[in-house]
């Protein structure tokens, strides 16, 4: 399919590693001018090679910490008027919320909530004025489904998604689009770091505990990163101008509601 975006350009936020290296190969793909950022150099160039090796296209890489000013101004620089913008950031450790101080909420909010709605209010009007845009915010499937270990990421993560919920049906008149999408269990290295983590806390070893987590989805099996590059770059098409403020997600069927 013709996704109708060749030509575009595209800021993907933790485009270095896991799912937003997906994203941005997907992007990559179809044409679009991707501008991938994240802290590690090692990592942004060994991303932006291998999308120019796979795809022939057109990337550029910022090292930049989005959570700050001097980040964002750092990759709005690069990019100054993007079509599509790709908020993306790992989530904050799981705990016990009784040990989190105000530093650690702040910091929690600062990565998932804050650097998206000010990625957001710097790219918006620019793509009101074009008559096309396309933002994706990256969140989790903790958001319809939270645990309370993770209730740093729940609580942030929730915040953007109310927030952006209100903000899509104010735009879509203008061919600008913002939806969630809501990963699972996907194979990549920041997955394999908390299974890690839980099995030292259940000791019990790394190939048990991914057994464990596997038998909880439907599907029986982590999401392939490519199946959810995919997806974004379907929502950052032309042909999903109809889809706005949705929560969309992709977790093999793990979540066992309707809605």
Known sequence: MDLGIAGRSAIVCGGSAGLGRATAMALAADGVKVVIAARSEKRLVEAAN????????????????????EGRDAVLAACPAPD???????????????????????KALDANM?????????????????????????????????????GLSNGARAGLTGFVGGLSRDVARHNVTINCVLPGQFDTDRLK?????????????????????RR????????QPDEFGAMCAF?????????????????????????
């Open 114 to 150: 804050l650097s998206a709605i000010f990625f957001i209010k710097a790219t918006l009007d620019g793509m009101i004025e074009r008559k096309f845009g396309r933002v994706v915010n990256i969140t989790s499937h903790m958001v319809k489904q939270p645990v309370a270990i993770l």
């Open 84 to 106: 599509i913008l790709i908020n993306n950031a790992g989530g904050p450790p799981p705990g016990d919320f009784r040990s989190w101080s105000r530093e650690d909420w702040i």
């Open 50 to 69: 291998d999308i120019v090796a796979e795809t022939g296209g057109d990337v550029r890489w910022v090292v930049a910490d989005v959570t700050t000013d």
């Open 193 to 213: 770091s908390n299974h890690l983590r839980f099995a030292a806390a259940n000791k019990v070893d790394l190939e048990t505990m991914q057994a464990n987590a």
């Open 235 to 259: 929502l950052c098409s032309a042909k999903a101008g109809y889809i706005t403020g949705q929560n969309i997600i992709l977790d093999g069927g793990q979540f066992p509601g309707l809605l």
């Open 216 to 223: 909880g989805i439907p599907a029986g099996r982590f999401g």
